[in-house]
T-cell receptor
């Protein structure tokens, strides 16, 4: 059974600081890895999709890396803003999507 | 495309009542997934369909839960009878079966059983 772990569980940083969110998974036989953002009481918004053959994916201030062999992914958010405050979820896909518990980020103005 | 559409957005019901949640996947997506999110257990897969056929329902908690997909554009998740511990947010997601594509989630249905 795939186990997905996200560290840290919570993170509070001042505005402008770079964010580093970590995700690890136990079974490297995955199709892809997806990072989501969830605001309180809202749904899941897809941020980045890294296919199994890729090492990283970038979108604006967001960059995610994938190391299948070690079972790790890292989401970097550059120059954080208060609007980045949310819970970030890592999910790995084999035939289904398995989620980590998330990292709750607070960016202080 | 309007994305994955779920209804209702909120549902409050009394214990013992039947609850039906609805989902319309993105057109052309032939895999559909039902997830449940709670504070204690996070996001859990309940069931998923490929081409309208249930493939894995091992996450369905008990016989009180049932799901159907009568056609490619509609799925339901039914709870009968409902219990307070069923209170959660239920998400529907879809994706194409083939190819390396991500999942698109609906906005969810927040269910409260009192």
């Amino acid at each position: 059974k795939q186990e997905v772990t996200q560290i840290p569980a919570a993170l509070s940083v001042p505005e402008g600081e770079n964010l580093v969110l970590n995700c690890s998974f136990t079974d490297s036989a995955i199709y892809n890895l997806q990072w989501f953002r969830q605001d309180p009481g809202k749904g899941l918004t897809s941020l980045l999709l890294i296919q199994s053959s890729q090492r990283e994916q970038t979108s604006g201030r967001l960059n995610a890396s994938l190391d299948k062999s070690s079972g790790r992914s890292t989401l970097y958010i550059a120059a954080s803003q208060p609007g980045d405050s949310a819970t970030y979820l890592c999910a790995v896909s084999d035939y289904k999507l398995s989620f980590g518990a998330g990292t709750t980020v607070t960016v202080r103005a | 495309d309007a994305g994955v559409i779920q209804s209702p957005r909120h549902e409050v019901t009394e214990m013992g009542q039947e609850v039906t949640l609805r989902c319309k996947p993105i057109s052309g997506h032939d895999s559909l997934f039902w997830y449940r999110q709670t504070m204690m257990r996070g996001l859990e897969l309940l069931i998923y369909f490929n081409n309208n056929v249930p493939i894995d329902d091992s996450g369905m908690p008990e016989d009180r839960f049932s799901a159907k997909m009568p056609n490619a554009s509609f799925s339901t998740l039914k709870i009968q009878p409902s219990e307070p511990r069923d209170s959660a947010v239920y998400f529907c997601a879809s994706r194409p079966i083939w190819g390396d594509y991500g999942y698109t989630f609906g906005s969810g249905t927040r269910l409260t059983v009192v």
